[in-house]
């Protein structure tokens, strides 16, 4: 055996020590760290991907928290919309009370004390939601950036206010007439609502304002623009006292006993006993000087066969009336026009609303009854119920700010939900991006487990082949101590 034989094994046992230690040392710490990757020379060309990766995550990180924050953002502000809800219905109901039948001056005046604190608390709602310091429903959000599934698909959004100055109605009226008959009353004509979308109403000669109504109610999805209709009228002026008869709707009314032309409540009891064929009912003014007619849908009311037993001639006047009693124009019959001759009509007023910004266009019979114009605005601030035609405005500005926070709701809802959906992206987007992560970076603890086992094996070995080799260097060194001292001897 040559030395260099035995100095090679020692070589080879001692790289292979050396080597297995490496592989121990490299294996404990990835199982230790639980990562493949704990330096740049463990996988050089993965490391520049790791950290794309580790940035891509962190992104999305970030983006969940900015959802999170702006679904609880929008969250506080639907409250504060649902919360002016209830108020709003609170409002209404005080509305309906101060129209009852039972209402009287002082009552309707409680009522609106109550409508007026609710009023106040509708603006501290909208003036004090704020969340992180940010106002949300006092006007100022606007264009505000929140949440999305990345930077370039951030949502801009805003929220209108929602104090008693900006939610209301915008509104405006089609007024009422009275003429000789009722074709006289209403032209035959035509307009186009402009409101979302344009729609055309085309009514015709003799139509009612319910009529009317309801022609622009067939088109409100179209435009958004809702209408209701009533009709007054007032009797009054007649000339002499008497018995007089005449046709309501075509309905008689039978002999009727005036006494003084003062006191007309006598006609203000007949028309009421057949209001249930005719549709109209009757109310005396205070000073029994006229009777007040009211059809609270909108029909026409139609006065004809006026008589009086007086020989001589005798008149009396129809008036139309606006909606806060005051007369719009009026026309005057005789008894001696004779039977169905002696005619009178009045047509209703058309009152149009809508939470937008609308107006009116006539393409047919301009200015004959109606002119174009566009709506007014008139605000939750604006009620005042301590009247009846202020209850009834009152129940239509309510009714439309109620809807402008339902849409508001609707706006914020989809919002949240965009949010949520985009949340869910996020959420998958980090989990495909860990696992991929995780996959090039993560240790295999199997295989390292194994590799450790593996190198523990090697290194011992080569520990017992270089004791091995050693032990062959002493029998060599002893061979010759003995071959020489033999020599020596």
């Given at each position: 055996?040559?030395?260099?034989?035995?100095?090679?094994?020692?070589?080879?046992?001692?790289?292979?020590?050396?080597?297995?230690?490496?592989?121990?040392?490299?294996?404990?710490?990835?199982?230790?760290?639980?990562?493949?990757?704990?330096?740049?020379?463990?996988?050089?060309?993965?490391?520049?991907?790791?950290?794309?990766?580790?940035?891509?995550?962190?992104?999305?990180?970030?983006?969940?928290?900015?959802?999170?924050?702006?679904?609880?953002?929008?969250?506080?502000?639907?409250?504060?919309?649902?919360?002016?809800?209830?108020?709003?219905?609170?409002?209404?109901?005080?509305?309906?009370?101060?129209?009852?039948?039972?209402?009287?001056?002082?009552?309707?005046?409680?009522?609106?004390?109550?409508?007026?604190?609710?009023?106040?608390?509708?603006?501290?709602?909208?003036?004090?939601?704020?969340?992180?310091?940010?106002?949300?429903?006092?006007?100022?959000?606007?264009?505000?950036?929140?949440?999305?599934?990345?930077?370039?698909?951030?949502?801009?959004?805003?929220?209108?206010?929602?104090?008693?100055?900006?939610?209301?109605?915008?509104?405006?009226?089609?007024?009422?007439?009275?003429?000789?008959?009722?074709?006289?009353?209403?032209?035959?004509?035509?307009?186009?609502?402009?409101?979302?979308?344009?729609?055309?109403?085309?009514?015709?000669?003799?139509?009612?304002?319910?009529?009317?109504?309801?022609?622009?109610?067939?088109?409100?999805?179209?435009?958004?623009?809702?209408?209701?209709?009533?009709?007054?009228?007032?009797?009054?002026?007649?000339?002499?006292?008497?018995?007089?008869?005449?046709?309501?709707?075509?309905?008689?009314?039978?002999?009727?006993?005036?006494?003084?032309?003062?006191?007309?409540?006598?006609?203000?009891?007949?028309?009421?006993?057949?209001?249930?064929?005719?549709?109209?009912?009757?109310?005396?003014?205070?000073?029994?000087?006229?009777?007040?007619?009211?059809?609270?849908?909108?029909?026409?009311?139609?006065?004809?066969?006026?008589?009086?037993?007086?020989?001589?001639?005798?008149?009396?006047?129809?008036?139309?009336?606006?909606?806060?009693?005051?007369?719009?124009?009026?026309?005057?019959?005789?008894?001696?026009?004779?039977?169905?001759?002696?005619?009178?009509?009045?047509?209703?007023?058309?009152?149009?609303?809508?939470?937008?910004?609308?107006?009116?266009?006539?393409?047919?019979?301009?200015?004959?009854?109606?002119?174009?114009?566009?709506?007014?605005?008139?605000?939750?601030?604006?009620?005042?119920?301590?009247?009846?035609?202020?209850?009834?405005?009152?129940?239509?500005?309510?009714?439309?700010?109620?809807?402008?926070?339902?849409?508001?709701?609707?706006?914020?809802?989809?919002?949240?939900?965009?949010?949520?959906?985009?949340?869910?992206?996020?959420?998958?987007?980090?989990l495909a991006l860990t696992t991929a992560r995780g996959n090039i970076i993560d240790a295999d603890f199997a295989k390292e487990s194994a590799a450790l086992a593996r190198s523990t094996i090697i290194l011992e070995t080569s520990m017992a082949v270089l004791a091995q080799a050693n032990i062959r260097k002493e029998m060599i060194i002893n061979l010759l101590n003995t071959s020489w001292g033999r020599r020596t001897s």
């Amino acid at each position: 055996m040559k030395i260099s034989d035995l100095s090679v094994i020692s070589l080879k046992a001692a790289e292979a020590a050396r080597r297995a230690t490496s592989e121990m040392a490299i294996a404990q710490r990835r199982i230790s760290t639980g990562l493949r990757i704990n330096s740049a020379n463990d996988d050089p060309g993965s490391i520049g991907v790791a950290s794309k990766l580790t940035s891509e995550i962190n992104k999305y990180v970030n983006q969940s928290t900015s959802n999170l924050f702006s679904q609880k953002m929008l969250e506080a502000a639907d409250l504060a919309h649902k919360n002016i809800q209830a108020i709003l219905d609170s409002m209404l109901d005080s509305s309906n009370e101060s129209l009852s039948a039972t209402a009287t001056q002082s009552s309707r005046t409680s009522n609106q004390t109550v409508v007026s604190g609710l009023k106040n608390e509708v603006d501290a709602i909208a003036t004090k939601t704020s969340f992180n310091g940010k106002n949300l429903t006092d006007g100022t959000f606007t264009d505000q950036r929140v949440g999305g599934s990345n930077s370039s698909s951030a949502i801009k959004f805003s929220i209108a206010s929602i104090k008693t100055a900006n939610i209301g109605t915008n509104t405006t009226t089609l007024a009422g007439k009275a003429a000789s008959d009722e074709s006289s009353a209403t032209t035959d004509g035509a307009f186009n609502v402009v409101g979302t979308s344009t729609a055309a109403v085309d009514y015709a000669g003799g139509d009612s304002a319910e009529t009317i109504a309801s022609l622009v109610n067939a088109v409100k999805e179209q435009t958004g623009v809702s209408a209701v209709a009533e009709t007054k009228a007032k009797l009054h002026t007649l000339s002499d006292a008497g018995t007089i008869s005449f046709n309501l709707n075509g309905v008689a009314s039978g002999n009727i006993i005036i006494t003084a032309t003062t006191d007309l409540s006598a006609i203000t009891t007949a028309i009421n006993a057949i209001s249930a064929t005719t549709g109209i009912s009757a109310e005396t003014s205070t000073d029994k000087s006229s009777v007040t007619l009211t059809s609270d849908t909108g029909k026409n009311i139609v006065f004809t066969a006026f008589d009086n037993d007086n020989s001589g001639a005798d008149t009396i006047t129809l008036a139309a009336l606006n909606r806060a009693g005051t007369e719009v124009n009026s026309q005057t019959i005789t008894n001696t026009d004779g039977g169905a001759s002696a005619k009178m009509a009045a047509r209703g007023y058309v009152v149009m609303n809508s939470d937008k910004a609308f107006s009116y266009a006539m393409t047919q019979a301009s200015g004959t009854d109606f002119s174009s114009a566009s709506s007014s605005y008139r605000g939750i601030s604006d009620i005042d119920i301590s009247t009846e035609v202020g209850a009834t405005e009152a129940k239509e500005t309510i009714a439309s700010a109620r809807q402008m926070i339902t849409n508001a709701r609707t706006e914020i809802g989809g919002v949240i939900n965009r949010l949520k959906f985009a949340e869910d992206h996020n959420q998958g987007q980090r989990l495909a991006l860990t696992t991929a992560r995780g996959n090039i970076i993560d240790a295999d603890f199997a295989k390292e487990s194994a590799a450790l086992a593996r190198s523990t094996i090697i290194l011992e070995t080569s520990m017992a082949v270089l004791a091995q080799a050693n032990i062959r260097k002493e029998m060599i060194i002893n061979l010759l101590n003995t071959s020489w001292g033999r020599r020596t001897s």
